[in-house]
């Protein structure tokens, strides 16, 4: 069938076919074409009673199964190309003496976003990276980059909205792309928040496991650094050291460092702290803060006073003194923050609970540290220290210890 329509004067002529006679010019089913139709997308098409008229000279519209295909081919060879760019600069390799002079050396303003928003994390101006966080919107490779410090920024200010902002976000970046590299950096994400928070059952398998595959290969040392943190909260330090120590030796930054190398040597004096290995702790701890500290990146840092207690404040009254009261103080703002987020993910209420010290307490004894190092550690006698952990008991309707590692782990 055809029809044809004309304006004497334009002389505009349109030709139209039928939906059968577009099935055989475009080799679909009628029924592929009634679809299309339904859907309206065949642009100028029209209805005249039960019958469709086609445009002659209409395409066949693309199959948006492929279009969606095709789009995440696309994002995810840009992701990989900004965590590229990206872990060759952030922070940098930063010169010595002056980190701010970097961002003026990048000529992509998406990448120069990214590394002002990690530098105002690691600074502890979390307000500016959620800044930088929002000015991402439409750029879903920067965005993916940009979420892990969004979502630390995010529980460090007790921005529980926007954080969960964030979580719907990777979360939906995960259903739309269930596989490949769009999925393992959104679920690389989500895990900064599971280990963070110490909430290590909702890590990914991947993560658990220690298959990076589907990461680009610049985002793998990154994942090493929190599968150390898993280990962490699981406690298993020789595990922790030992991956910490290898992504290490995987490390290459040049004249400069990278932001792992300051976290992988914090997580190497973690370990050891708690394998009893305080010599080493000290010196991983003091490589750490001559890295950082310098440039006046404090956040690493704040984040660790609880797991490293009195380390943190000797290492940083010997070398850095003139840093000691901004550490803590950066500490004492987020703490009760990052634990009431560890509450969200596992259900429990320790921080409206038990104050400061006694939570402190709590996680030594959960990690089942000998009653005899706590009580030296905190100058009291063991005998005290048992008084309060009854206090402890009490006030969490618990019995012992078995039931506190749910609390705490």
């Known amino acids: 069938?055809?029809?044809?329509?004309?304006?004497?004067?334009?002389?505009?002529?349109?030709?139209?076919?039928?939906?059968?006679?577009?099935s055989e010019k475009w080799g679909v089913s009628l029924r592929q074409v009634q679809r299309l139709l339904a859907g309206h997308r065949i642009p100028h098409a029209k209805k005249y009673g039960r019958s469709w008229m086609i445009p002659r000279d209409a395409e066949k519209p693309a199959d948006p199964r492929k279009e969606k295909k095709a789009l995440g081919h696309s994002l995810s060879a840009d992701v990989s190309r900004v965590f590229a760019a990206t872990s060759a600069i952030l922070p940098l390799p930063m010169p010595g003496g002056s980190p701010g002079e970097v961002p003026d050396a990048i000529g992509e303003e998406r990448l120069r976003l990214i590394y002002?928003?990690?530098?105002?994390?690691?600074?502890?101006?979390?307000?500016?990276?959620?800044?930088?966080?929002?000015?991402?919107e439409g750029d879903d490779a920067v965005r993916l980059r940009v979420c892990p410090l969004a979502i630390a920024a995010a529980v460090?200010?007790?921005?529980?909205?926007?954080?969960?902002?964030?979580?719907?976000?990777?979360?939906?970046?995960?259903?739309?792309?269930?596989?490949?590299?769009?999925a393992a950096i959104a679920e690389l994400s989500l895990a900064t928040a599971a280990v963070s928070v110490i909430a290590p059952s909702m890590a990914p398998g991947w993560l658990i496991d220690g298959d990076l595959s589907a990461l680009p290969p610049s985002a793998r040392t990154n994942a090493l650094y929190l599968r150390a943190k898993y280990f962490n909260c699981t406690g298993r330090f020789d595990a922790m050291?030992?991956?910490?120590?290898?992504?290490l030796s995987l490390s290459v930054s040049g004249e400069g460092f990278m932001t792992h190398d300051i976290y992988l040597r914090l997580m190497c004096a973690v370990a050891c702290r708690y394998l009893e290995r305080n010599e080493e702790a000290r010196r991983w701890l003091l490589s750490a803060m001559r890295i950082a500290l310098p440039h006046g990146?404090?956040?690493?840092?704040?984040?660790?006073?609880?797991?490293?207690?009195?380390?943190?404040?000797?290492?940083?009254?010997?070398?850095?003194?003139?840093?000691?009261?901004?550490?803590?103080?950066?500490?004492?703002?987020?703490?009760?923050?990052?634990?009431?987020?560890?509450?969200?993910?596992?259900?429990?209420?320790?921080?409206?609970?038990?104050?400061?010290?006694?939570?402190?307490?709590?996680?030594?004894?959960?990690?089942?540290?000998?009653?005899?190092?706590?009580?030296?550690?905190?100058?009291?006698?063991?005998?005290?220290?048992?008084?309060?952990?009854?206090?402890?008991?009490?006030?969490?309707y618990i019995s012992g210890r078995e039931e506190l590692v749910k609390y705490i782990m």
Not at 160 to 182: E, F, M, N, S, W
């Open 156 to 182: 460090s200010l007790g921005d529980y909205h926007a954080y969960t902002g964030i979580d719907v976000y990777l979360k939906r970046c995960i259903k739309a792309y269930p596989d490949g590299v769009i």
């Open 116 to 136: 002002e928003a990690e530098l105002a994390y690691l600074r502890g101006d979390f307000a500016r990276t959620m800044r930088c966080f929002e000015k991402t």
């Open 297 to 396: 990146l404090t956040t690493p840092f704040s984040e660790l006073v609880t797991a490293l207690g009195g380390l943190m404040e000797q290492c940083l009254e010997q070398e850095f003194p003139d840093l000691h009261d901004a550490v803590i103080h950066q500490w004492k703002r987020t703490w009760k923050n990052w634990i009431t987020f560890h509450n969200q993910f596992t259900k429990d209420n320790i921080t409206s609970i038990l104050s400061l010290r006694e939570y402190h307490i709590a996680v030594l004894v959960a990690r089942r540290v000998p009653y005899a190092k706590i009580a030296k550690e905190y100058c009291i006698s063991v005998g005290r220290l048992k008084n309060i952990m009854l206090e402890i008991y009490e006030k969490l």
């Open 1 to 22: 069938m055809e029809m044809e329509f004309s304006k004497r004067k334009g002389c505009l002529r349109m030709e139209y076919i039928s939906a059968i006679e577009a």
């Open 241 to 247: 050291l030992a991956t910490a120590q290898a992504a």
